[in-house]
């Protein structure tokens, strides 16, 4: 099992530079588990690259879809008071945005907080090095 990023994800659901490289990750384990509010970000992207017109018609049902067979399928850490007090130390630990530091603080408890007993996957750089500094084993596509 493996804790995966919203940024992780949506080239799952969409062609990016590094789908190739994330389906081969998610392919080698896919036992995925994110954060609850990972359905809501991969949403809001796939909504603003329609409204930007880089996703219509097919392509967007297409991508909806793949989300659905996604979420269907991970375990998800639900809102509660521990990954909240979670997200508000690493909020004082690492310049996080709030949304990234909810999803770091789920991947803590979904290690139970033993960081290096869950590897993380993600494509953010900030959320990666504080990932990294928190103790996550880093899963990093490499391009090489």
């Known amino acids: 099992m493996r804790y995966w990023d919203t940024s992780a994800l949506l080239p799952l659901c969409v062609r990016e530079p590094t789908t190739a490289l994330l389906t081969r990750t998610f392919t080698d384990d896919p036992s995925v588990i994110t954060w609850w509010g990972t359905r809501v970000e991969a949403m809001s992207a796939l909504a603003r690259l329609e409204r930007d017109g880089a996703l219509a018609g097919p392509g967007q049902r297409a991508a909806s879809a793949r989300l659905g067979a996604l979420v269907a399928a991970w375990a998800e850490v639900e809102p509660g008071a521990v990954v909240r007090e979670q997200a508000e130390r690493l909020l004082r630990t690492h310049a996080l945005r709030a949304a990234d530091a909810l999803q770091l603080a789920a991947a803590v408890v979904a290690s139970g907080h033993r960081p290096p007993a869950l590897p993380f996957v993600t494509l953010d750089q900030r959320l990666s090095e504080a990932a990294r500094r928190e103790g996550f ?8």
């Open 137 to 144: 084993p880093l899963v990093i596509p490499s391009t090489t």
